[in-house]
């Protein structure tokens, strides 16, 4: 399995480069190219979230488990002597940081359920859904915002297939082929589940067809063409 930096750095390199790509063809504004960087990156980091000693989700706890703290504190601030206060602080950190978590991560042991290719189609998908139904974004960037997410999760698998793999290239480990999971046998109801949503909101998602076509028109890759080298190439080249 790689690890969190490779992760962090492989996921934000692709989806770097993707949406340059795709904004120096016109087909994304400004706002729209950092978040689908943003998100490519986020992407990348998603699969392990379930594992207990992955680092985002340990600062995620940590930090969520003051803000909930701090917002008990706050709410009874003029009612609660000092000392009340202190002991409020205290078991409402230690409530989240032990007794959440703790259900969160006993939740969560079925691995292969979450770092899978349909778990993250889903979040890709439920993500464009909400970008287009919910936030009234364009289809187009509500399509990019998507596909992104899951572009960066793909990522993601492909990297842990690639450590799992010896790097002679010759033998493999005991644990190559199950980064990029579809499917296991032993959560199969889970699978079951995951595959019934992605069918719902496959039937659900915002029309495609016209993305599609924006993204087949010659026109912005055209465009992208003449930008793609710097004027002294060109001018060598031709
Ligand atoms: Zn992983």
Known sequence: MANFNTHLNGAFAVSGILGLTVYKAGLLNDSGFLICVALGTIGGLLPDLDSDNSTPIKLGF??????????LVMHWRSELSLLALIALWLAGYGFMR??????????????????????????????????????HNPL?????YGLFLFGGAMVHLLLDEMYSVNLSGMTMKRSSGTAMKF????DRWWYLILYALLALLVFAAPPFAPFWEQ??????WAKLKVGMLPTFIKNLLS
């Open 62 to 71: 940590n930090i969520a488990s003051f803000i909930f703290a701090f917002g």
């Open 183 to 186: 499917y296991q046998h032993k």
């Open 215 to 220: 993204l087949r028109d010659p026109a912005p």
């Open 140 to 144: 187009m960037a509500s399509w990019f």
């Open 98 to 135: 032990y007794v959440v978590f703790q259900v969160f991560t006993s939740m969560t042991v079925h691995r292969g359920v979450i770092h899978s290719v349909p778990y993250m189609a889903i979040l890709g998908l439920g993500l464009t859904y909400l970008s287009y139904y919910a936030v």
